[in-house]
């Protein structure tokens, strides 16, 4: 009886290939394969030992030919690249031999009745399995493939175009690491760009890529770059390419995909509370219909929609280039020591730990003895008496509003008349009357950092958990909200 051996020989490097491919090659009669993957095993052809090359894209014919050959009773290895169960021959010459079985058969079907003789088959397959080009990839790379993943081949020679696309859309919605065969050639050109496109509607810009030419080869060629920055033009064919997942990490150049062993730790670590938020952040971020905000953005629009639960905030929270970060530095800085809020709720719910670990003062000035007299005798409102006074004391203070317009109208007014020069405003003033227009009166302020709630939402909860945006913006990177709970 004959027999093929389909084997993998690894992605190109003769250190690569197993040494059960190794004997096998060593005690084979026959060796089919295409020519140029000869190289790679030429030491280990035992004299006498035939090789046939069938030439590029004649998968079948080599199949076939293997089959002939074995069946005059020969031991025959049929290489591939790589693993020959992963885009290889394997798959193939399983198909092969069902079909000369139901040939021997009569076209009968697989499954027959238990008094109904199957014929023996005349040739035996045994699969031996190499190293895939994406796992040698991923070794270069450093660590990506850490956790789940999926394999991706842009060849649509026998797969259409449409299925190929669905799976692009289904890894990246599913956060799996992916690794992209076959990304470009002569006459494909145009796939890798879509399937940029489609990660970047489903991925931050900043998700690790890295891609290895020739992994494994005299002229490899190692490479690490990002979502946003990657271009298609600089692959081929040889080419592999790892997109991380939304936890992937680049580190001392290595790109790195945690498997999370650590996990535990940190739960036992951080408050049950805290646990729960940073949950709840994470869900918020696979939600977003944008992935590419810019990092302080993003951390107060977290920050917005856990104390909401209202996505709209995507569209109308609206932040100054910068202004979160302008604003944590400037407490880290010791520039700004004091937050002056409308009402006594937007206080209430800025985090105490927060405050007293960066050493800031939260403040409402509506219990000032002052205000009731103030608001009487210059028949104006309680919360506009109330800033008023806080700009005598803290001109250049924080300011977050989460109630009151005409106080949010106060400040505008009291800038332009030189009396206060604020480190930032928070306008996030709720209701029906003078509410979009008191939030159109703080934009022509260029230079001061703003946080805007835009139209006729906001609220004292929504000011309050800005100010916390802005207190820990040092957690934003790691995404690890509420350590001051």
């Known amino acids: 009886m004959g027999k093929i051996i389909v084997a993998g020989i690894g992605p190109g490097s003769k250190e690569d290939i197993t040494p059960a491919v190794l004997e096998a090659v060593r005690e084979a009669d026959v060796i089919v394969g295409y020519k140029y993957y000869f190289q790679f095993i030429e030491p280990y052809v035992s004299e006498g030992c035939e090789c046939i090359d069938t030439g590029m894209k004649r998968e079948r014919e080599r199949a076939e030919q293997?089959?002939?050959l074995a069946e005059q009773g020969k031991t025959v290895v049929v290489i591939s690249s790589g693993d020959a169960?992963?885009?290889?021959?394997?798959?193939?010459?399983?198909?092969?031999?069902?079909?000369?079985?139901?040939?021997?058969?009569?076209?009968e079907p697989l499954c027959h009745p238990d008094d109904t003789k199957v014929p023996d088959p005349v040739v035996t397959i045994e699969v031996l399995p190499g190293i895939s080009a994406f796992q040698k990839a991923a070794s270069l790379l450093g660590a990506p493939i850490g956790h789940d993943l999926c394999i991706i081949s842009l060849s649509d020679l026998m797969t259409p175009w449409e299925v190929i696309e669905r799976r692009i859309t289904a890894a990246a919605e599913g956060d799996f690491v992916t690794a992209i065969y076959n990304p470009k050639s002569h006459g494909r050109y145009w796939q890798l760009y879509r399937l940029q496109e489609l990660f970047l509607q489903k991925r931050s810009k900043e998700t690790p890529v890295g891609y290895v030419r020739q992994a494994g080869r005299e002229d490899q060629e190692v490479v690490i770059t990002t979502l946003g920055a990657f271009d298609p033009e600089q692959v081929d064919m040889f080419t592999v390419i790892l997109i991380g997942n939304s936890q992937s990490y680049v580190v001392d150049g290595k790109m790195i995909t945690p498997r999370g062993y650590y996990r535990e730790d940190q739960e036992v670590a951080e408050k049950p509370g805290q646990q729960i938020m940073m949950d709840s952040f994470h869900t918020i971020e696979d939600l977003l219909k944008k992935k590419d905000y810019p990092l302080d953005h993003k951390w107060a629009l977290l920050h917005a929609i856990h104390t909401t639960a209202d996505?709209?905030?995507?569209?109308?929270?609206?932040?100054?280039?910068?202004?979160?970060?302008?604003?944590y530095n400037k407490v880290r800085e010791g520039s700004l020591k004091t937050i002056v809020t409308d009402v006594t709720m937007v206080v209430s719910g800025i985090r105490k730990g927060a405050l007293q670990r960066l050493g800031i003062e939260a403040k409402c000035y509506l219990s000032n003895p002052r205000v009731a007299e103030m608001a009487s005798s210059q028949e104006i409102t309680r919360t506009q008496a109330g800033i008023r006074l806080a700009v005598e004391e803290h001109p250049d203070a924080l300011f977050a509003f989460g109630n009151a317009p005409t106080a949010l109208m106060e400040l505008c007014d009291l800038i332009r008349k030189g009396k206060a020069r604020p480190a930032g405003i928070i306008a996030a003033p709720v209701g029906f009357v003078h509410v979009r227009e008191s939030k159109h009166m703080v934009k022509p302020f260029r230079d001061i950092p703003k946080i805007i709630v835009e139209g006729r939402k906001?609220?004292?909860?929504?000011?309050a958990t800005l100010c916390n945006a802005i207190l820990t913006f040092d957690d934003a990177a790691q995404l690890k909200p509420g350590r001051d709970l």
């Open 311 to 327: 996505f709209n905030m995507e569209q109308i929270l609206y932040t100054d280039e910068g202004a979160v970060e302008t604003l």
């Open 85 to 107: 169960g992963i885009y290889g021959m394997a798959p193939l010459i399983y198909e092969m031999s069902q079909r000369g079985q139901l040939s021997q058969r009569g076209q």
């Open 66 to 68: 293997a089959f002939e």
């Open 458 to 463: 906001g609220g004292s909860n929504i000011a």
